[in-house]
């Protein structure tokens, strides 16, 4: 098997993929009545609770919260975990060491820094991401460590090929981020991968951050998780941090509400490293998330609904563009490398029927040989309505004929 090793690069400062589709698209007309679906933004109904819980703690407003969260935000996380991964049911708020988070993208970007601080004497630090990847993992930058991309393609299954990294590569990495359900592809890491994955982080002393914000999206089998799979089968959370947020699994990405768990001894570290520059999650906010982890009815509801337009995806795409329905998550990853390069194909979709996607090349970079794996691939967000979202699907074939 052939061996990764990364060419050396400065880091890039990473642009909003939605700011260069903006400067892509902002002298063309579309072809139709516009449906966008770029952004990843549920637009599925809010818990009907919502307010009230918000309104029930409303007097929190006026106090600073703690960088640990309350014992009432505590306690619903874990026992959120323990129903949905009985693996971890028994363990308590400090086995697991739960912090919540404004979202997971703050988490995601902090983490990085406490990451690079665990391993100092690592002299050219890297941190590990896929290829295509969600764009704030590339502020790993920051932190003084190399960003190295591994590429996630067709040729390996659309996740890292981990036993295709360079054992010198592994010898200095301080972080691997791995999403699963995975954005875009919508790929699940079996728990013989995050198993593989596991073995590497501790024989090599950096963290596995597991990205598990579409973990609840899913049309077929729950995909597993990476802490579950880690006590259950070694007892230990070490080397192993999990991200997860409400965006998805609630329809509430305004809410900026989300919390980390995981290995207790950098929790710590990464508490300490919060309590004097990260954002907290407001009482009330917790209060209701509490609310909302509590409750799976809205949960079964939301699912429903996505595999309905799952079911409209197989049924109007068939085989085109590759089509695969995704194991997890709420895109679409199109191949339409015969119509053109991901550019030319979604300002062709804007102008031929005012159906705005995201190039696929605007997730990726050029990978160690030169190519981006995201070039000949669009995103389609499957967030819209179901009659919204089987019109754009129809209208997507009979532009690109």
Same mark, same amino acid.
């Given at each position: 098997?052939?061996k990764f090793?990364p060419a ?11 700011a260069?589709?903006d400067?892509?698209?902002h002298?063309m ?10 952004i ?5 109904p809010?818990?009907?609770? #919502?307010?009230? $819980? &918000?309104?029930? @703690? ?7 919260? /703690?960088?640990?969260?309350?014992? %009432?935000?505590r ?23 739960i912090?919540p988070?404004?979202g ?9 820094f406490?990451a690079?601080?665990?391993r100092?004497?690592?002299e050219?630090?890297a941190?590990?991401?896929p ?5 704030t993992?590339a ?10 991309l ?10 890292p ?6 054992e010198?590569?592994?010898?200095r990495t301080?972080?691997l ?7 875009p592809?919508?790929?699940?890491a079996?728990?013989?991968? #995050?198993?593989r $994955? &596991?073995?590497? @982080?501790r ?6 951050? /597991?990205?598990?914000?579409?973990? %609840?999206i ?7 998780g990476a802490?579950?799979?880690a ?5 230990s959370?070490a080397?192993?941090i ?12 305004g809410?900026?509400?989300g ?14 490293f919060?309590n004097v ?18 409750d799976?009815?809205h ?6 609904m996505y ?8 049924r ?5 563009y ?5 194991e997890?998550?709420f ?11 991901s ?6 979709l804007?102008k ?22 995201g070039e ?12 919204t ?5 129809a209208r ?6």
């Amino acid at each position: 098997m052939s061996k990764f090793s990364p060419a050396q690069s400065q880091f890039q400062m990473p642009t909003s993929p939605f700011a260069r589709l903006d400067k892509l698209l902002h002298d063309m007309e579309p072809g139709a009545q516009v449906i966008d679906l770029t952004i990843g933004e549920p637009r599925h109904p809010m818990p009907d609770f #919502l307010m009230e $819980a &918000l309104g029930e @703690a409303a007097e929190g407003f006026g106090k600073y919260p /703690a960088i640990r969260g309350t014992k %009432e935000f505590r306690a619903a996380v874990a026992d959120w975990l323990a129903r949905r991964y009985p693996a971890l049911a028994g363990l308590d708020g400090k086995t697991l060491g739960i912090i919540p988070l404004a979202g997971t993208r703050e988490g995601l970007f902090y983490v990085t820094f406490a990451a690079r601080s665990r391993r100092l004497e690592i002299e050219n630090p890297a941190i590990l991401v896929p290829n295509p990847f969600y764009h704030t993992y590339a502020a790993a930058g920051v932190s003084g460590a190399e960003l190295v991309l591994l590429n996630a393609d067709s040729h390996t299954g659309f996740l890292p090929d981990l036993n295709g990294v360079d054992e010198s590569l592994w010898k200095r990495t301080v972080a691997l981020f791995l999403c699963s359900p995975s954005n875009p592809q919508g790929t699940v890491a079996s728990e013989s991968y #995050l198993l593989r $994955a &596991l073995e590497l @982080a501790r024989a090599h002393d950096f963290l596995l951050l /597991a990205d598990e914000c579409y973990s %609840e999206i899913y049309t077929r089998n729950p995909p597993p998780g990476a802490l579950e799979t880690a006590w259950q089968h070694t007892g230990s959370l070490a080397n192993v941090i999990s991200m997860q947020s409400l965006s998805k699994r609630s329809n509430l990405p305004g809410l900026r509400a989300g919390y980390c768990t995981g290995d207790p001894e950098f929790i710590d570290a990464f508490a300490s490293f919060r309590n004097v520059t990260a954002p907290q999650l407001p009482v009330p906010i917790q209060h209701a998330c509490a609310r909302i982890l509590a409750d799976e009815e809205h949960v079964e509801a939301n699912r429903a609904m996505y595999r309905e337009k799952f079911d409209a995806a197989d049924r109007i795409l068939g085989n085109r563009y590759g089509y695969r329905r995704p194991e997890g998550g709420f895109f679409l990853w199109l191949d339409i490398g015969d119509y053109g390069d991901s550019e030319s194909v979604v300002k062709t979709l804007w102008k031929g029927c005012g159906v705005k996607v995201l190039p696929g090349s605007y997730l990726a970079r050029d990978g160690a040989d030169g190519t981006n794996p995201g070039e000949n691939f669009i995103r389609v967000a499957m967030v819209d309505d179901l009659a919204t979202t089987e019109d754009a699907l129809a209208r997507i074939v009979a532009t690109l004929t």
